[in-house]
């Protein structure tokens, strides 16, 4: 899998439903996937929202990092993922108040089956660096970020804001990576506001 192949395969969704424009958010991983869909299919976008991601590749150390992970997951070790990942994806607080919660995104992802945890590692490791070519990425963009994100901290959010031309950015306070299950009332209340301004031009659907 790569990031325009998983690109592609959400215009084939929008082209089944009969749906010629949309409003599409990707949060982290997919939010990869998005730059690529806006990059390539802007005619098909009435507006992106970028949440909790980043415009920049992975560096050396990240890249050896996922290939080592899907090595890994190949060789047998499911829980490869789970044991990296958990630790980051939420805030300091949240473990101790909302245990249940930490607990129901590592059945998650330990209910992934491997061949897409491998496809998925893989397809960020490789994916492009955006963060020279978000000024041709022109049209209206949400970016959320999260206050106490540890896997992508909110610089990356302010980064990407300030690169794209017609961006809003929104911080969402006292959430980490996992900010839409953590501080829910707060992000559902920002992409609602924000696709709200498409709802006349989307004709309701």
Known sequence: MTMPEYADTLIGLLDR???DKAVVGGMSMGGYVL????????????????????????D??????????????ENGNLLAVPDAFVQVLFAPQTAQDKPWL???????MESTPAEGIVGGLLAMRDRDDYVDRLSRLDIPSLVVGAELDMAIPPDH??????GLP??????IPG???MANLEQPEIFNQVLLKFIAR???EAGGR
């Open 17 to 19: 439903l009969d749906i």
């Open 35 to 58: 730059l690529n869909l806006v990059e390539r299919y802007p005619e098909r976008l009435l507006g992106a929202m970028f949440l909790l991601t980043r415009a920049a590749g992975d």
């Open 60 to 73: 050396a150390t990240g890249r050896e990092k996922r290939t080592m992970l899907a090595a890994e997951v």
């Open 102 to 108: 930490v607990n129901d995104v590592r059945q998650w």
């Open 157 to 162: 959010a302010r980064a990407l804001a300030e």
């Open 166 to 171: 017609n961006a809003v950015l929104r911080i």
């Open 175 to 177: 959430a980490g990576h």
């Open 198 to 200: 498409f709802s006349n």
